[in-house]
């Protein structure tokens, strides 16, 4: 599956033309990093699995003395986005966001405290939006202005950490990276974009183009490593080398698509999310419907390269949910799915909107 792909490397490039921390590498006659990856869900256990020796795991720092937990450590990395739509905490975005900022300052505190070097933070590119006829997301590429309705989910989640992580930067000392990846596929992945294949028909957006791009968690956690050994600093996008157009994917997935306005789609979303249908805000279906492809600039630059394609994390992720159907995002059950399956998008449509209806009329006193 892997095919001929070029593994991650050194660049022949020279240390001066790359933007990095106060060295380009470890020294060969350097000690092991003593690393420690703080998070939970299957991102966290896939980086700490690739990782290898010295690693530790840690769910998430206590309130009372946080850095006795990263006793020790030389790297910290802090897995942000867990790619767990099951474990999302049932909590209002303040309370999420405050929570996640609290967090991240005592990570950020006590990585510092115990003197270590580099802290890796691992995001997604989803902080950049997505949009109809959005551009390739580079390196330097700023954040736009999130609205209100953006911020209720896993995007306001992550902004409001690498708000923290963006005043760690200014320090100089631990190395603060940022990794920003494009749909992170992988055995135990569950995102609003896996469960997107979940569905029976592919939903689509009428007027938008939605080009696909992936990255295996297997390469996520290589560039985490490359970016640590070669002391890469600040924002780092990370992404398969190829984009796959929307015909291809249809292919490959075996699925038809269902065309609907912009404003129906996402106006039944809310309205599916608001009753509790939908277990991510109708903002996020924008990731699903429109582009946000990753350029993976500064690595690329360093020397680095991805071993899996995005055709290849494709049939992984088809893989991974053959036999689930998923309506809106939210998982049916086997008796459900075989009559979702025969009857096709429409009927589906039509189903979920029932469901929201059930669900308004169960509200009312």
């Given amino acids: 599956m892997v095919g001929e792909q070029i593994r991650s490397g050194r660049s022949t490039r020279r240390d001066d033309d790359l ?3 106060p060295a380009d590498a470890a020294r060969p006659d350097e000690p092991a990093d003593e690393v420690i990856i703080v998070g939970r869900g299957p991102i966290a256990s896939a980086v700490a699995a690739a990782w290898g020796e010295n690693v530790r795991t840690v769910d998430e720092l206590p309130v009372d003395s946080p850095q006795d937990a990263l006793v020790g450590a030389t790297v910290v990395v802090l897995v942000a986005h867990a790619g767990d739509l099951v474990g999302s905490p049932a909590k209002s975005r303040r309370e999420r966001e405050a929570a996640v900022v609290a967090h991240t300052q005592r990570v950020v505190g006590a990585a510092r405290a115990v003197g270590a070097r580099h802290v890796v933070a691992i995001g997604s ?3 950049h939006g997505a ?3 959005r551009p390739v997301i580079h390196d330097v590429d700023p ?3 999130a609205d209100e309705a953006a911020r209720d989910g896993l995007v306001g989640d992550l902004l409001a950490a690498e708000a923290v992580l963006e005043r760690a930067r200014r320090r100089k000392a631990p190395l603060v990276t940022v990794l920003r990846p494009a749909a992170v596929v992988g055995v135990g992945i569950d995102t609003f974009v896996t469960r997107h294949f979940e569905a029976p028909r592919l939903l689509t957006v009428r007027g938008a183009v939605r080009q696909w791009q992936f990255l295996h968690v297997e390469d996520l956690a290589a560039a985490a490593q490359f970016a640590v050994a070669h002391r890469l600093a600040g924002v780092l996008t990370v992404g398969a080398d190829d984009v796959l157009e929307p015909a291809d994917v249809e292919a490959a997935a075996g699925m038809r698509r269902v065309e609907l306005a912009a404003a129906t789609a996402f106006g039944t979303a809310e309205r599916l999310h608001r009753v509790g249908v ?4 109708a903002s996020e279906l924008a990731f699903v419907v429109y582009p946000w492809t990753v350029a993976t600039d500064r690595l690329r630059e ?5 071993r899996w394609s995005s055709a290849a994390c494709l049939d992984v992720l088809l893989e991974g949910v053959q036999g689930r159907v998923a309506v809106a995002g939210r998982r049916v059950g086997t008796r459900d799915a075989a009559a979702l399956g025969a009857a096709g998008a429409a009927v589906a449509l039509i189903g979920t909107a029932a469901v929201w209806r059930q669900a308004r009329a169960r509200r009312r006193p």
């Fill in 302 to 306: 360093a020397g680095w390269a991805p």
């Fill in 125 to 127: 590119a989803v902080v």
């Fill in 143 to 145: 954040l736009p202005r």
């Fill in 19 to 21: 933007s990095t921390g």
């Fill in 131 to 133: 949009w109809a006829d």
């Fill in 278 to 281: 939908l277990p991510a805000p």
